[in-house]
């Protein structure tokens, strides 16, 4: 595609830059450096010259080709120099260039105690970022006489974008609510084991879209028992979402359902062969706002996930525990006491989740970082 700095989304983005004063700086579709402003300047000197983002790319041994591959893929790319501040960029696409945004500095070595704060400093890359998207696809949906596949491409990246935000707002809803005692305990009647059979059969085809094989194993007999499926759902998810997302070649999914303890107890193991988890990182893992990826993007998911998990299971009277080999793969286990069915509970047998069956489920919004959540 190519860059067309007289469009109006262009110059709207560099009006925008230059009154806020926050640092960006503008790409064509080589990657070279058609506009900055001074605060970009100021966290990397490097961007006065045209080809300064090139200079980026060959320090970190990257080509312009596997740059635009994982913009295309995933919306974003992540660069970081030694001793400079790390940037995103993000595509234009109506202007066929690139927006390079600066992230925010790290708060200090340890990522745990002040999570909610770096939280709050996310706003000013990642969601930004994600905002940039929206109203530029926006933007090019409403030109007339656009090609086709340009503008299906335009719609991706906003809904893509849309979900992330959609997502992130959830989790910290639901986490928000969950530690200060406003989503108590719901229990409903349940055939416990043909719910989460179905539960599974709704995963499976998402994992496949993930080309990560998904098996699952519970009890052949029935066991009606009194639950709070949606916390048990939301602590699935979370789990499930994270052996997706931290996916390698080979990696796949086993989940096995069993009895314990003379039957009052349900245990659910959920084990991938996926990256796994650095022995330094463990310890920290059920902390809110902790987020952890193998490239050091420390805002790239909003550190809610396994908390929500912890939460959840906390709430139902259960327990998660989580072992992990880093490069290997990680295994949880979660455990709830089951209760007996109440009288005056409704009886849902044969139940699928109505929030499992649209394109607002959690489950798509907890994979919307891997499966495209894209408009057929």
């Not at 970081?80 to 501040?85: A, I, K, L, V, Y």
């Not at 062969?273 to 059920?286: A, D, K, S, T, Y």
Request: a negative charge.
């Amino acid at each position: 595609m190519e860059f067309h700095a007289s469009d109006s989304f262009y110059n709207q983005i560099v009006e925008l830059y230059t009154r806020c004063g926050l640092p960006a700086a503008v790409l064509d579709e080589a990657f070279l450096v058609v506009w900055k402003n001074d605060a970009a300047l100021s966290c990397c000197p490097l961007l006065a010259a045209p080809d300064g983002v090139l200079l980026l790319f060959k320090e970190q041994d990257l080509s312009t080709e596997k740059a635009q591959e994982e913009i295309q893929a995933t919306g974003r790319l992540s660069l970081e120099t030694s001793g400079m501040s790390r940037f995103i960029l993000t595509s234009l696409p109506q202007c066929g260039g690139y927006l390079i945004l600066p992230e925010q500095q790290d708060l200090g070595t340890s990522r745990s105690p002040k999570g909610a704060a770096r939280m709050l400093c996310a706003f000013d890359s990642r969601y930004r970022m994600e905002l940039s998207t929206i109203f530029s696809s926006l933007h090019l949906a409403a030109q007339e006489g656009q090609n086709t596949s340009v503008l299906q491409a335009s719609l991706n990246a906003a809904n893509t974008s849309t979900y992330r935000l959609f997502r992130d707002c959830e989790w910290i809803s639901y986490y928000t609510r969950l530690a200060g005692g406003m989503f108590p305990l719901q229990e409903q009647e349940v055939e416990l084991f043909q719910f989460l059979r179905e539960f599974f059969e709704e995963c499976a085809p998402l994992l496949e879209q993930a080309e990560i094989p998904f098996e699952y194993t519970l009890p052949s007999f029935s066991m009606v028992v009194s639950c709070d499926v949606k916390k048990l759902s939301l602590a699935l998810i979370n789990l499930l979402s994270n052996s997706i997302r931290f996916t390698r070649p080979g990696n796949w999914v086993q989940v096995k359902v069993s009895l314990q303890k003379e039957n009052t107890l349900v245990s659910i193991q959920i084990r991938d062969h996926g990256r796994g988890i650095p022995n330094e990182v463990m310890p920290h893992i059920f902390e809110p706002y902790y987020s952890y990826h193998q490239d050091e993007d420390p805002f790239l998911t909003s550190g809610l996930g396994l908390a929500i998990v912890k939460a959840c299971m906390g709430v139902m009277g259960g327990s998660v525990s989580l072992a992990s080999s880093f490069g290997q793969g990680t295994s949880a286990l979660l455990s709830s006491p089951l209760h007996p069915p109440k009288e005056d509970f409704f009886q849902l047998r044969g139940f699928t989740p109505d929030y499992l069956g649209d394109m607002g489920t959690f489950l798509r919004l907890a994979l919307c970082d891997v499966v495209s959540p894209n408009f057929p």
